[in-house]
């Protein structure tokens, strides 16, 4: 026996599925708005792990340089020796004052009878530091107006240091000190002639 299909049948199955559409926009609708705000909270969780990463980079980092500090400070007097400038005195950290707030820090402050060194210290160097150090130096005999009859030389170490600055420093007439195994050592060979400020 067969059943005729009447309008009233397909307008049933219309709203039915009209029905069951309706529902599953409505689901899709809810888990959009769960999956937005999932996206939402993984981002703030993301961000605060960021700035918690970039906080512990920063605490990292200062005590990495000490930590090197610590290592290039003794290396100097035989290094500095071994290039013809005897070391009376390594000091870590010394900073002046001047009228106006500016000041100076130097990492590691080499003295000698007729010159000084001052020495940049990183774990990583970047071309920024070298050109930094430029201008320290530069202004180093203003901040120290004690030394203003010594030689001013100039140098950067570090634990890493590509070689495009090596070279870079190198030809601004800087001594360059590097890790090589679990030593320092100079970089400049031994022909090298350092600038004077």
Known sequence: MTHTVT?????K???ETDH?????????QETDRKFREMR????????????????????LGGRLGEFVEGLVAPACETLFAQRGIPVHKVSRRVMAKLPGGRQ???????VNTDAVVLVEVKSKLEVGDVRE???????????FSEYADKRVLGAV?????????????????????????????MANDEAFVPRAW
């Not at 069951?20 to 899709?28: G, I, L």
């Not at 981002?43 to 512990?56: F, G, L, P, W, Y």
């Not at 150090?133 to 901040?143: S, V």
């Open 7 to 11: 309008f009233e049948d397909v307008w």
């Open 13 to 15: 199955m219309f709203q």
């Open 20 to 28: 069951r559409f309706q529902e599953t926009d409505r689901k899709f």
């Open 40 to 59: 939402e909270e993984t981002d703030r969780q993301i961000q605060a792990v960021s700035n918690q990463m970039k906080e512990t980079d920063r605490r």
């Open 104 to 110: 100076m820090e130097i990492d590691l402050f080499v």
């Open 133 to 143: 150090h430029l201008e320290r130096l530069r202004g180093f005999k203003e901040f």
């Open 157 to 185: 170490a570090a634990m890493v240091i590509e070689e495009n600055v090596r070279r870079f420093a190198i030809n601004q007439g800087m001594f360059v000190i590097e890790q090589t195994g679990d030593t320092l050592r």
